[in-house]
């Protein structure tokens, strides 16, 4: 693996981070005065929200870990 694939790896699990963190800071804006039902749910679609975004970053993050192990480990 070439370390121009390894930059893209570790820009991509960087990007996905910035999305997660723009997605926890999105749920907690939400967690306001308003105890509405109509709040209380669209609190909630932030939270699946920030836990999609959750799971890629950690996806992209597993992707360069692995990409690392093989370079540097062999496996």
Do not use: C
Request: aromatic share 8%.
């Amino acid at each position: 693996m070439s370390k121009e694939d390894l930059d893209q790896l570790r820009i991509a699990y960087k990007q996905a981070v910035d999305e997660w963190v723009v997605a926890i800071r999105a749920e907690e804006s939400l967690a306001t005065p308003d105890h509405s039902m109509t709040a209380m749910e669209t609190w909630d679609d932030a939270h699946f929200k920030e836990h999609d975004a959750h799971s890629k970053a950690t996806e992209a993050r597993d992707a360069y870990k692995d990409a690392l192990r093989t370079v540097n480990y062999g496996i």
